[in-house]
């Protein structure tokens, strides 16, 4: 069974720009979460897709967003992107639904360099 | 609100050592779930363990083990005879269940960095 796949591996974006990152999870897997992991901060979670919905949200600006396609493969997207957004993207998928939580299943990551 | 320490930032241990890192967390919530990852240097989080709020029975697999105590709300991880692969960083997250509806998001600590030297 392939694992979650995350493309691109890495990035290097300017100041001012836009960037969009693919997630194509676990086959079966409905739900996607989105993590930003700096040396700074550490892991923080950006959102969580379920069934093309967003269910969760952490706290971050607008400026992040996200999108989950019929087959479950989620997109996210940062606009006019920052510095500060340099990071490591993570992108998790877990068979979580109702009442049900699972145990969620990483890529390995893009990474987003800024200059 | 909740909140995950890990109040060890780095570790330094000899090959065979075991090694406990220490998981404390907060939460106003009865129902919740608690997992440990690790994360080598290829960046990619391993799921390691889950555990349930409900379910205190510690656990035990190969030379890893959990010991989960909700009086002093921890988890913690223990390494037995550890190895040079385990070097890696450890993460323990998170999540509360809330409705059966909510999302699915993980908190997590600020991971402790292993080294295990030969």
């Known amino acids: 069974k392939a694992g979650v796949t995350q493309t691109p591996r890495y990035l290097i974006k300017t100041r001012g720009q836009q960037v969009t990152l693919s997630c194509s999870p676990i086959s079966g897997h409905r739900s996607v979460s989105w993590y930003q992991q700096t040396p700074g901060q550490g892991l923080q979670f950006l959102f969580e897709y379920f069934s093309e919905t967003q269910r969760n949200k952490g706290n971050f600006p607008g400026r992040f967003s996200g999108r989950q396609f019929s087959n479950s493969r989620s997109e996210m997207n940062v606009s006019t992107l920052e510095l500060g957004d340099s990071a490591l993207y993570l992108c998790a998928s877990s068979a979580s639904g109702r009442g049900l939580k699972t145990e969620a299943f990483f890529g390995q990551g893009t990474r987003l360099t800024v200059v | 609100a909740q909140k995950v320490t890990q109040a060890q930032t780095e570790i330094s241990v000899v090959e065979k050592e075991d090694v406990t890192l220490d998981c404390v967390y907060e939460?106003?919530?009865?129902?919740?779930?608690l997992f440990w990852y690790k994360q080598p240097p290829s960046g990619e989080l391993v799921f390691l363990i889950r555990?349930?709020?409900?379910?205190?029975q510690n656990e035990i697999s190969g030379r890893y083990s959990w010991n989960f105590q909700k009086s002093t709300s921890s988890f913690n991880f223990t390494i037995t005879a550890s190895q040079v692969v385990d070097s890696a960083v450890y993460f323990c997250a998170l999540s509360e269940a809330r409705n059966s509806n909510s999302g699915y998001a993980l908190n997590f600590g600020k991971g402790t960095s292993l080294l295990v030297t030969p």
């Open positions: 555990r349930n709020s409900f379910d205190e």
């Open positions: 939460t106003r919530d009865t129902t919740y779930y």
